[in-house]
T-cell receptor, first 115, second 110 residues
Framework: DGGITQSPKYLFRKEGQNVTLSCEQN?????MYWYRQDPGQGLRLIYY???????QKGDIAEGYSVSREKKESFPLTVTSAQKNPTAFYLC??????????????FGPGTRLTVL | QKEVEQNSGPLSVPEGAIASLNCTYS??????FFWYRQYSGKSPELIMF????GDKEDGRFTAQLNKASQYVSLLIRDSQPSDSATYLC??????????FGPGTRLSVLP
């Protein structure tokens, strides 16, 4: 059963704590993405990776870090430097062929709340 | 700054009517246009994409693209209460990242 999984579904963070959100895909997609969504807002790109061992900052990378050691996995760490991390975090993946039909598919999301 | 704009709504239509959702974009180099549906508390799911001028139909959904006017729309025929959701427009340029609009909230009234 192919797809994108994210865990945990809900996550609570204390002030000053780092937390890591998991994203795994078995679609054999080259590219993976992390987005942040705030209530009533669109999606903002945090980081993306088009190939293993390489990743690029998106529009709002400050306070976040990622790694891409395996094609299937793209974990996101929310560090204590991120001052307002409460949001819905979405992981996506896509084939990266440079074609007009390259489409992003989303995981179920992780809702992070700062206590 | 590449921008994608959508009317935030809510757009309310009666059950059985046609819902029309609109999206404009600023980057003339944009090549592909995607519509996603997002239910409250859930992740976006792809409805359809379009990359040629004109209409593209998929079941009750029709995407319309006018590159000269930098305008893409989504029509939902025979709207159902289950279509009530937020609809996100996304724009892509070959090999570059998607740019998402803020979404339009649609409410279909029984």
């Amino acid at each position: 059963d192919g797809g994108i999984t994210q865990s945990p579904k809900y996550l609570f963070r204390k002030e000053g704590q780092n937390v890591t959100l998991s994203c795994e895909q078995n679609l054999n997609h080259d590219a993976m993405y992390w987005y942040r969504q705030d209530p009533g807002q669109g999606l903002r790109l945090i980081y993306y990776s088009q190939i293993v061992n390489d990743f690029q900052k998106g529009d709002i990378a400050e306070g976040y870090s990622v790694s891409r050691e395996k094609k299937e996995s793209f974990p996101l760490t929310v560090t204590s430097a991120q001052k307002n991390p409460t949001a819905f975090y979405l992981c996506a993946s896509s084939i990266f062929s440079g074609s007009r039909t390259d489409t992003q598919y989303f995981g179920p999301g992780t809702r992070l709340t700062v206590l | 700054q590449k921008e994608v704009e959508q009317n935030s709504g809510p757009l309310s239509v009666p059950e059985g009517a046609i819902a029309s959702l609109n999206c404009t974009y600023s980057d003339r180099g944009s090549q592909s246009f995607f519509w996603y549906r997002q239910y409250s508390g859930k992740s976006p799911e792809l409805i359809m994409f379009i990359y040629s001028n004109g209409d593209k139909e998929d079941g009750r959904f029709t995407a319309q693209l006018n590159k000269a006017s930098q305008y893409v729309s989504l029509l939902i025929r025979d709207s159902q209460p289950s279509d009530s959701a937020t609809y996100l427009c996304a724009v892509n340029n070959y090999g570059q990242n998607f740019v998402f609009g803020p979404g339009t909230r649609l409410s279909v009234l029984p």
